[in-house]
Nanobody, 124 residues
């Protein structure tokens, strides 16, 4: 699976951005997908995931700091996953990476595939 992330940019605090991640290769629907981020000088951290729990059943999961502000979604027909980010804060500034896995997209050590990252900068 190859993942291509896009949609990053510069936005003022309180603004919105929508990140996209297009997948190619193997059947995308079999994977759980998610987003991580890495701010300068910090370790990469989990942000949000759509977890496949069997068949065509999925559920979403978010880190506490983005709950109520970010929404993750996927479009199976387009082999894509999205991250709608609202009410952005300067502390959301980071390189955002999409991820896919047969195992877990919450624990980054278990991620099977990574996108190349897209930079989000939130100015105060």
């Amino acid at each position: 699976v190859q993942l291509q992330a896009s949609g990053g940019g510069l936005v003022q605090a309180g603004g919105s951005l929508r990140l996209s991640c297009a997948a190619s290769g193997r059947t995308f629907s079999r994977y759980s997908v998610g987003w991580f981020r890495q701010a300068p000088g910090k370790e990469r951290e989990f942000v949000a995931a759509i977890i496949r729990s069997g068949g065509s059943t999925y559920y979403t999961y978010y880190t506490n700091s983005v709950k109520g502000r970010f929404t993750i979604s996927r479009d199976g027909a387009k082999n894509s996953v999205f991250l709608q980010m609202n009410s952005l804060k300067p502390e959301d500034s980071a390189v955002y990476y999409c991820a896919a896995s047969d195992r877990s997209v919450v624990a980054q050590t278990l991620v099977d595939y990574w996108g190349q990252g897209t930079l989000v900068t939130v100015s105060s």
